[in-house]
């Protein structure tokens, strides 16, 4: 990237070496590819920092989640038996109850409404 500005830099000193004629239309047009042409140096400057910060970050979080994916393979805290597989036992259910409930409040609030 800093092949880039330096090739920029050089061709913009080499036109004011020339001491380019700012009147002729050829003039400009080249003065103006130039200026566009740091312009967009320094943008891919910008942009191959930004990339570099966020390669780094990247790998940062890829050995992370090596890590805990380590963790997690060679992990025997977590064993088969530890999981109930009956779920009768675990849950009860409370939607019917939940749900009457609900009712009961919706008939309240009708009756409150009314004047």
């Known amino acids: 990237m800093q092949d880039l500005v330096k090739k920029v830099s050089y061709l913009k000193g080499l036109a ?5 004629d700012e009147s002729k239309d050829e003039n400009k047009l080249i003065s103006g590819i130039l200026d ?19 390669e ?11 890590d805990l994916e380590m963790i997690f393979e060679n992990d025997d805290l977590w064993d088969d038996d530890d ?10 259910d409370y939607s019917d109850d939940w ?15 009314e004047f």
């Open 16 to 20: 004011e070496g020339f001491k380019l």
């Open 36 to 54: 566009c042409l740091e312009m967009v140096s320094d943008e891919l400057n910008i942009l191959q920092t930004d990339f570099n910060q966020l």
């Open 83 to 92: 999981f109930d597989d009956d779920e009768d036992d675990s849950y009860t």
């Open 56 to 66: 780094e970050y990247v790998n940062m979080v890829d050995d992370d989640l090596s």
């Open 99 to 113: 749900l009457d409930d609900w009712d009961e409040d919706q008939d309240d609030d009708d009756e409150d409404d």
